[in-house]
């Protein structure tokens, strides 16, 4: 499915800037795997385009990117604001990711901050929505 290609070109655009701090699709992060920030990228919602007949279709998928670093340890604005806009900066450099994957536009739908007290885990929510071109007959 596109979907999946799409979260991964997501990864692959931030990897070049978070090396192994970002992942695809992780649900299971022990305290140690975020004594630094680290974010997982998870697909949230998938939107085709209804246009019956139609060669090519303009779909949206909304992907959630959560960044999460371990609250114990204190300092945690100053300790995960390098990597966020690390992200902010990877991701939105262009519009479309390059056109990667036939990505029309990429954009900001919100941030949440969450502080996850009994885990004491502090979290960012950044759900994207993107844009793409997609063949009819592509699932």
Same mark, same amino acid.
């Given at each position: ?54 060669? /090519?279709?303009?779909?949206?998928? +909304? &992907? #959630? *990117?959560?960044?999460?670093?371990? %609250? @114990? ?47 004491? /885990?502090?979290?960012?929510?950044? +759900? &994207? #929505? *993107?844009?793409?071109?997609?063949? %009819? @007959?592509?699932?």
């Amino acid at each position: 499915m596109k979907d999946f290609d799409l979260a991964y070109a997501v990864e692959q655009a931030l990897g070049s800037v978070l090396g192994d701090r970002v992942t695809v699709g992780d649900l299971i992060v022990k305290p140690e795997d975020i004594r630094e920030p680290a974010s997982v990228i998870h697909l949230d919602e998938s939107v085709p385009e209804d246009k019956e007949g139609m060669a /090519v279709r303009n779909d949206q998928v +909304d &992907i #959630r *990117i959560t960044t999460l670093i371990d %609250a @114990e340890g204190g300092q945690v604005y100053s300790r995960i604001r390098p990597h966020q806009m690390r992200l902010r900066k990877a991701l939105f450099a262009t519009h479309n990711l390059n056109g990667v994957l036939h990505i029309i536009s990429l954009k900001e739908r919100r941030t949440l901050y969450q502080f996850n007290r009994d885990e004491m /885990v502090y979290m960012i929510h950044l +759900d &994207i #929505r *993107i844009r793409h071109r997609r063949a %009819a @007959e592509e699932p």
